[in-house]
């Protein structure tokens, strides 16, 4: 789909780099000829991805950092600076979520989410945007959020009013920093299995199955799919998408706003009694 050096001389931090959908990407963009910085909590996931990356012919390097921790993503990205040569482009992905009884949380459960979410996705786009705003230098955020922060969802109320937070953001810093040349820009994705998200929001069988059953496309996405869109808009070709949510969802979100959604299951007989009842009146 790419040429192959589309994300060449690129650098890229990475939050939650080491597994999941951070990792898928991190993979994709250091195929792409981009050196990637991964981040997170867990030092052996860290290694372990960016040993692949390496073993494949690509630049990675790591640091373990708490997002919630600004002092640590500071030196953290230090750190990716130093290794990488520079850094033109962040992801946004550790994410904390869980399914739970709204009125069940404790404060700390909902800090804990917004904190990695929201003030986590701040610490580390502060962090490299001073510095390309010193540097005078170009930048790229691409902030990973869910189609629930548009919408709003029951039962993640943490993950749903952070990601509605990180939503907010990137527009708002897409018109401050344009001037700047940095370019923020989301993605909403639906359900990509990932161990992270199935453990703590699917973690059943029936679960999986009544989530298939809702969806237009009767599949959850691939971690390819979300790659490919995370490498073009970091890329040097959609420099003019700024400001924008890219939502991947194969119909998810759409199929849940549509009025009549339901009757993608009606039987052949419904159609026939409208069909009846078309003829019938004037
Ligand atoms: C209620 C819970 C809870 C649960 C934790 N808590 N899990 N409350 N139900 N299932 C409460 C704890 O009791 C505690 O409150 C507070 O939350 C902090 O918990 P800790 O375990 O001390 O925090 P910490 O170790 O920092 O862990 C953070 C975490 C954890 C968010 C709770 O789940 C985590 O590290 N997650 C990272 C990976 C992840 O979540 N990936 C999925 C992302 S999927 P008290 O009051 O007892 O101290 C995603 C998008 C999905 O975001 C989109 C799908 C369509």
Not at 16 to 23: A, C, D, F, I, Q
Not at 160 to 165: H, P, R, Y
Not at 208 to 233: N, Q
Request: contains cysteine; aromatic residues 8%; glycine residues 10%.
């Amino acid at each position: 789909m790419f040429e192959p050096d589309l994300l060449k001389d690129r650098s890229i931090l990475i939050t939650g780099g080491g597994t999941g959908l951070g990792r898928a990407m991190a993979l994709r963009a250091a195929v792409l000829g981009a050196g990637v910085f991964l981040v997170g909590r867990r030092e052996a996931p860290l290694e372990d991805t960016a040993k692949a990356i390496v073993e494949r012919g690509g630049r990675a390097g790591w640091a373990t950092a708490d997002v919630r921790d600004f002092g640590a993503v500071e030196r953290a990205v230090d750190r990716a600076w130093k290794e990488l040569g520079s850094l033109d482009s962040l992801i946004n992905n550790a994410a904390g979520n869980f399914l739970a009884r709204t009125e069940r949380l404790s404060p700390n459960a909902f800090a804990a989410v917004v904190g990695i979410v929201l003030e986590g996705s701040f610490h580390s786009t502060l962090a490299v945007a001073r510095r390309w705003i010193e540097a005078e230098r170009p930048g790229c955020v691409l902030n990973i959020v869910a189609t629930y922060a548009a919408s709003g969802s029951p039962y993640v109320v943490p993950s749903a009013s952070a990601k509605a937070g990180v939503l907010a953001m990137t527009k708002s810093l897409a018109v401050e920093w344009a001037r700047y040349h940095i370019r923020l820009n989301a993605i909403a994705p639906g359900p990509f299995p990932t161990e992270g998200a199935w453990s703590r929001l699917i973690p059943t069988p029936e679960a999986e199955r009544a989530w298939l059953e809702e969806h237009p496309m009767r599949r959850f996405g691939r971690h390819s799919e979300l790659a490919d869109l995370a490498a073009y808009l970091l890329s040097a070709p959609a420099e003019y998408i700024n400001g924008a949510c890219v939502t991947i969802d194969g119909g998810a979100s759409a199929c849940a706003q549509g009025g009549f959604t339901h009757l993608v299951d009606a039987p052949a007989e419904f159609w026939e009694a409208v069909e009846r009842e078309r003829r019938r009146t004037p």
